[in-house]
């Protein structure tokens, strides 16, 4: 059997004593699923999707090295902001630990030691800084034990925590890297929300509980927020806590707001995070979920207030609920939504970012490469063994590489009907479609019980004792 990939834990690290568990923690209750016994690895699928890997990254390297990602079309390295971050290689590290690509990992822990800087005079996206860089960086440390890779999470964060500087204490859209300076304040509860495991497990790993507190009040403000019926909307002004747009669903600008609730309790063990989580959940089950008698269950668009059904949409970036909904231990409901999004794909070949599931219509008809269902899949293989979720997983991952690859990495898909592609292959396609790929694959590259995914799928080691502030 493959060697379990195994998680390094320094005792001291920027001269502050951290102690490594005598043993998994993982907070007693019933919602607890525990990964199946029954697991087994498929070395055919395995193979194809370290080639995959391989054959994008080979990409990466030919043309962009240096750069944040691959325009695979036109051959050429891009950039989110005046100057590179590393983006894919720092997002992409861990992936390649656990597949063993170990030329390729030292190619990118060089590339990153040598060049990676945030001594940068501009203003970054504080949420996906946090869940690329912030995670890839922690995941890195906690793979393979250097110290550098810890000293470049706390420089990045320390860069980031004026961002929290708010009225509300809620976070700000954008940063300064060098002076702290903020923008734009309207700002959603995925960004507001989902910082919780980055910045609560660099805590963990320093001893500052700057981070974490920071966080975690950004995420109370955030619940306090919510309407009678226990539901938030999608845009709030973190200066004066007033909701900007009341529509509430599970999708984009939402998303993983509910995902961390889950997954902060889980990998701190913090009470207060449980109950958020169970109320949420309940709010979302009782206002969101809309089953039809064509097309099964779904969750739509309702006013945060009233509960009144506003739009039946429905999309790429919804089909994590089924992985989130199993790992809290609902797996009737997580199956019945899986096979929901497994007909996305069935229905349209590829599965559009968004479309109407009463009507069958398209809204949005491109697909960049997304892991949501692939995710979903892998999380229900784990958690049951039923083999029927790595099959419909493989099914997937066949139609994403049909469908996207080109001579030089894989390409965003502009139109789902079409095949039209765009140029772009952003980090998330290393860091989270081809690892959840793989995992599906060899489930026993990864201990699952051992382990909590941020959202960018970056793996972050369960640690004693709790964090319950």
């Known amino acids: ?82 100057a590179s971050l590393l983006m894919t290689p720092v997002d992409a590290y861990d992936t390649m630990v656990i597949m063993g690509l170990e030329e390729q990992a030292e190619q990118a822990r060089t590339l990153v030691f040598e060049q990676l800087s945030f001594e940068k005079d501009m203003s970054v996206q504080v949420f996906e800084i946090t869940i690329r860089h912030l995670g890839g960086l922690i995941s890195a440390y906690q793979l393979d034990g250097d110290s550098r890779w810890l000293v470049l999470a706390t420089d990045l964060a320390n860069r980031l925590l004026p961002a929290f500087n708010s009225p509300t204490g809620m976070p700000y859209v954008f940063v300064n890297l060098v002076t702290g300076a903020v923008e734009q304040p309207h700002n959603n509860p995925a960004e507001i929300g989902s910082l919780i495991l980055e910045f609560g497990q660099l805590s963990r790993l320093t001893g500052d509980m700057r981070y974490y507190d920071a966080a975690k009040t950004a995420v109370q403000e955030l619940f ?18 007033q909701w900007l747009n009341p529509e509430s669903h599970v999708g984009a600008r939402i998303d993983s707001y509910y995902e961390y609730l889950l997954k902060a309790w889980l990998l701190f ?46 999309g790429a970036l919804h089909a994590f609920l089924p992985a989130v909904l199993a790992l809290g231990g609902d797996l009737d409901r997580a199956s019945t939504l899986m096979d ?74 502009k139109d789902v009907r079409t095949n039209e592609k765009n140029d772009g292959m952003q980090s998330f396609f290393l860091a989270e479609t081809l690892k959840y790929a793989y995992l599906l694959a060899d489930p026993t590259a990864l201990d699952f019980d051992e382990v909590i995914f941020n959202t960018e799928a970056h793996p972050f080691r369960i640690i004693q004792p709790e964090l319950n502030r």
Request: net charge negative; aromatic share 10%.
């Open 224 to 241: 306090n927020r919510r309407s009678e019926l226990g539901l938030v909307g999608t845009i709030i002004d973190v200066e004066t806590g």
């Open 269 to 314: 063990g913090d009470e207060t995070f449980l109950a958020k989580w169970n109320l949420s959940r309940d709010a979302c089950n009782t206002h969101l979920a809309h089953t039809t008698d064509q097309s099964g269950l779904w969750y739509g668009i309702v006013d945060m207030n009233s509960g009144e059904r506003t739009s039946t949409t429905f």
């Open 340 to 413: 929901s999004v497994y007909s996305m794909w069935t229905r349209y070949g590829v599965e559009p970012e968004l479309f109407n599931y009463v009507s069958g219509e398209i809204i949005h008809a491109g697909y960049p490469l997304r892991p949501e269902a692939l995710e979903s899949a892998y999380y229900l293989y784990v958690l049951t063994g039923d083999k029927r979720y790595r099959e419909m997983g493989t099914d997937i991952f066949h139609r994403i590489i049909r469908a996207s690859r080109v001579e030089d990495g894989f390409a965003h898909i």
């Open 1 to 82: 059997m493959k060697r379990v990939v195994s998680f390094c834990l320094i005792a001291m690290v920027l001269g502050c004593g951290v102690q490594a568990p005598s043993s998994q923690h993982v907070p007693d209750s019933r919602l607890i699923v525990h990964a199946s016994d029954t697991l087994t690895v498929d070395q055919a699928l395995a193979a194809e999707a370290k080639d995959a890997f391989l054959h994008a990254w080979t990409g990466y390297e030919s043309h962009a090295w240096g750069h944040d990602s691959l325009q695979p079309i036109s051959r050429q390295g891009k950039d989110w902001y005046e």
